[in-house]
């Protein structure tokens, strides 16, 4: 990471608290001006022509000036605010917000408090958000702790808000799993919401990420989930929904991830179930994809077959060249093939196909048998 001066670290960590984010007046200041400039001209009042909108959108906080003992409090704990200078700034996932047309709440964060061990941009382009109702069934939460750590075992992270219900079976999952969680909160970093999660929380800190827009002391407020909802989406490489209501704050997650690109997948429950209903609304109205296990999640996810994002286990097949592959393809699950047969169904010349049999029988991937190959 790329070292700051203190009176930048300052400028980004007084910014963050200036204004309720997301706040486009404030950040188009930033992209004219540069951090410490901007942090200056808010403080004395004085911005430039065409940049008004900043003065009113910072009136209430203006004269607060808390940067010193916000990045005070995130040092004691082990935090850190992450800017777009850094280098673990996640870029490219963020850039979508502010271009999705979703509404005045969908710009790009200025800043990111964040607590844990991983980089955020590397935990971001590998994690999948399973989110869901907090008051959740059984049911649910079985579905959801089997995902998370069926992604975990695969290699990758696993995205969620830190709340009651599914994101809390989530999060406990992927911690059992041995794998990387991150709980995007809708108050600071140092504050344990809900409460009953304070442990759950500090064991999600210590082995994966806690991040946060809201700046030390910031408490949780309604308004602010549903803005950290968008987060929680753009993060994501994908969002799957275990259960949801009929009104529900994972729909809300969902929307904001059709919104910014992202797949969207949703597990089907019961009929019966007012836990399922925003589901099956869902993949009713073709908002989701219907997922059922954590194969169909991660073929949504790539559906290029690209599904392991390289920490997970290796497939026997994953070294084999494009041709190997197509022969390897083109023989039937169940029975034997002739080398002509395969040579038709691979589109592979004879030659090619008995070089790449030979080299596969070597590799245990074949056997021949008779007149014929079968899979080993």
């Known amino acids: 990471m790329a070292e700051r001066s203190d009176e930048a670290m300052r400028a980004w960590a007084y910014l963050a608290r200036?204004?309720?984010?997301?706040?486009?007046?404030?950040?188009?200041?930033?992209?004219?001006?540069?951090?410490?400039?901007?942090?200056?001209?808010?403080?004395?009042?004085?911005?430039?022509?065409?940049?008004?909108?900043?003065?009113?959108?910072?009136?209430?906080?203006a004269d607060s000036d808390r940067?010193?003992?916000?990045?005070?409090?995130?040092?004691?704990?082990?935090?850190?605010?992450?800017?777009?200078?850094?280098?673990?700034?996640?870029?490219?996932?963020?850039?979508?917000?502010?271009?999705?047309?979703?509404?005045?709440?969908?710009?790009?964060?200025?800043?990111?408090?964040?607590?844990?061990?991983?980089?955020?941009d590397e935990v971001a382009s590998e994690s999948v958000a399973v989110v869901g109702a907090r008051a959740a069934s059984s049911y649910g939460e079985s579905v959801a702790g089997r995902l998370a750590g069926e992604l975990c075992d695969r290699g990758w992270a696993v995205m969620s808000g830190g709340a009651f219900g599914i994101d809390g079976a989530a999060h406990r999952a992927s911690l059992l799993a041995g794998g990387r969680t991150t709980a995007v909160l809708a108050s600071g970093i140092d504050r344990a919401y809900p409460t009953a999660h304070a442990r759950l929380l500090s064991e999600i800190a210590d082995r994966g990420l806690l991040v946060s827009e809201y700046p030390p002391g910031t408490t949780a407020a309604k308004h602010r989930f549903i803005t950290r909802n968008r987060l929680v989406a753009a993060l994501s490489?994908?969002?799957?929904?275990?259960?949801?209501?009929?009104?529900?704050?994972?729909?809300?997650?969902?929307?904001?991830?059709?919104?910014?690109?992202?797949?969207?997948?949703?597990?089907?429950?019961?009929?019966?179930?007012?836990?399922s209903v925003g589901c099956h609304r869902l993949i009713a109205d073709d908002l989701a994809q219907l997922v059922f296990n954590t194969d169909t999640v991660v073929?949504?996810?790539?559906?290029?077959?690209?599904?392991?994002?390289?920490?997970?286990?290796?497939?026997?097949?994953?070294?084999?060249?494009?041709?190997?592959?197509?022969?390897?393809?083109?023989?039937?699950?169940?029975?034997?093939?002739?080398?002509?047969?395969?040579?038709?169904?691979?589109?592979?010349g004879v030659g090619m196909v008995r070089s790449a049999l030979a080299a596969m029988e070597v590799a245990g991937l074949v056997r021949g048998d008779g007149g014929g190959w079968r899979l080993a």
Not at 248 to 273: E, I, M
Not at 318 to 333: C, F, K, M, N, Y
Request: glycine share 14%; hydrophobic share 40%; proline share 8%.
């Open 18 to 61: 200036v204004a309720e984010p997301p706040c486009a007046p404030v950040a188009r200041l930033v992209a004219e001006l540069g951090a410490v400039e901007a942090a200056g001209a808010i403080r004395g009042r004085l911005v430039p022509a065409g940049h008004e909108a900043v003065l009113a959108a910072t009136e209430a906080r």
């Open 67 to 120: 940067a010193a003992a916000d990045l005070e409090a995130a040092s004691r704990m082990g935090a850190r605010l992450v800017s777009p200078e850094d280098e673990e700034w996640p870029g490219w996932p963020l850039l979508a917000l502010g271009r999705s047309g979703t509404g005045s709440r969908d710009g790009e964060p200025l800043a990111l408090w964040v607590r844990g061990p991983h980089r955020l």
């Open 299 to 348: 073929s949504m996810v790539r559906p290029d077959g690209g599904g392991d994002p390289g920490r997970g286990c290796e497939r026997d097949t994953d070294g084999l060249s494009e041709d190997q592959r197509r022969v390897h393809d083109a023989i039937p699950g169940r029975g034997a093939a002739t080398i002509d047969e395969i040579a038709y169904a691979s589109g592979v």
């Open 237 to 275: 490489e994908a969002v799957v929904v275990v259960e949801a209501g009929r009104r529900s704050g994972a729909a809300n997650t969902a929307a904001w991830a059709r919104g910014l690109g992202r797949p969207v997948g949703a597990f089907p429950g019961p009929v019966t179930s007012a836990a």
